[in-house]
């Protein structure tokens, strides 16, 4: 079955500081991972696209690897802001034609100052 | 701001009510998504569009009825929801429903309460 997990469930940290989340997949035909941010409310916003050649890609203070070999992924956050505060969504794309992805249950990262 | 519009952003509605949610992009986008999100949890997929045809049901309830009038819009009208169905309901769309066709961009969602 096709499974996205993510680690921690929750995290808090000081505003200042730089986090990482964890995401591991089973999901197979692997296309692509994407990191999502998404705040209380509100749609899902993308911060990154990787594909199966991708080892790292930035987007600002947002730093995601790929490892296709041990299927896990991370987003690093650096010198994290009181608005970082969200939840951060693995997706995980299968490489057919049915259109779906599969989610992890988010990461709920909370900064404080 | 998301390129993916949806309406309304807040629907209130009884169980007897008939009401629609509707959802836009013109990013030239091929295939179209409703998604329900519960608090705390993650997306779950309700329907796909390729190319204005269905090509996914999630085995939802009738009472939710999908409809795509032409490749920009995607429009979920509701009729007779339980309590239960209240939730938030996310519009998506990429280039098509491929794997290797990109990303879901996300609209803001339609928070949907009913009584």
């Known amino acids: 079955k096709n499974q996205v997990e993510q680690s921690p469930q929750s995290l808090i940290i000081l505003e200042g500081k730089n986090c990482t989340l964890q995401?591991?997949?089973?999901?197979?035909?692997?296309?692509?991972l994407r990191w999502y941010k998404q705040d209380t409310g509100r749609g899902p916003v993308s911060l990154t696209i990787?594909?199966?050649?991708?080892n790292t890609k930035s987007n600002g203070r947002y730093t995601a690897t790929l490892d296709a070999d041990t299927k896990q992924s991370s987003l690093h956050i650096t010198a994290s802001q009181l608005s970082d505060s969200a939840s951060y969504i693995c997706?995980?794309?299968?490489?057919?034609?049915?259109?779906?992805?599969?989610f992890g249950d988010g990461t709920t990262l909370t900064v404080k100052p | 701001d998301t390129e993916v519009t949806q309406t309304p952003k807040h629907l209130v509605m009884g169980m007897t009510n008939k009401k629609s949610l509707k959802c836009e992009q013109h990013?030239?986008?091929?295939?179209m998504y409703w998604y329900k999100q519960k608090a705390k949890k993650p997306p779950e997929l309700m329907f796909v569009?390729?190319?204005?045809?269905?090509?996914i049901n999630e085995s939802v309830p009738s009472r939710f009825s999908p409809e795509c009038p032409n490749s920009s819009l995607l429009n979920l009208h509701l009729h007779a929801l339980q309590p239960e169905d209240s939730a938030l309901y996310l519009c998506?769309?990429?280039?098509?429903?491929?794997?290797?066709?990109?990303?879901?961009?996300f609209g803001e969602g339609s928070r949907l309460t009913v009584l």
């Open positions: 990787m594909t199966f050649s991708e």
């Open positions: 997706v995980v794309r299968v490489n057919t034609n049915a259109g779906k992805s599969t």
């Open positions: 995401c591991n997949y089973t999901v197979s035909p692997f296309s692509n």
């Open positions: 990013m030239g986008h091929r295939a």
């Open positions: 569009y390729s190319y204005e045809k269905l090509s």
């Open positions: 998506a769309s990429s280039q098509d429903v491929r794997g290797g066709a990109g990303e879901l961009f």
